[in-house]
């Protein structure tokens, strides 16, 4: 069994600033631990837009505080996101998430993260080896 505490991970290894600084992803599980998903906790910072768009992983994204949405890139479609939404990124769809107030949101991510993973220039993580 893994137990793991959110005090336990903050400023460690696990607690992923991005350079851009929108965002910090504390990674509950990652690849090493053999689970076939990575568990994270992500605050988005309030007032930051950032691009999305994962190549080569799927990812289900759930709002438990906050307020912001979700803009697609083709089609222009915006999903309102607050405290009990969810969504999952099951087409590797390109979008931008905007947070009006700071965001925290528990992502699950397929393939798993190995951990210290930030966006490239056009939104994705790198492809894993296997």
Known sequence: MIVRK??????TEQDVLAPNGNWCSRRFLTKKDGMGFSLHDTLIFA???T?????????AVYC???KGQV???DGGRVIPLNPGTMYALNEHENH?????TELRIICVFNPPLSGGEVHRDDGSYAELER
């Open 6 to 11: 959110l005090e336990e991970i903050i400023a």
């Open 71 to 73: 803009e697609l890139v």
């Open 47 to 49: 007032g930051t837009r």
């Open 96 to 100: 931008y998430l905007v947070a009006e």
């Open 64 to 66: 438990i505080a906050g």
């Open 51 to 59: 691009l999305i768009h994962y190549k080569h992983h799927v990812e």
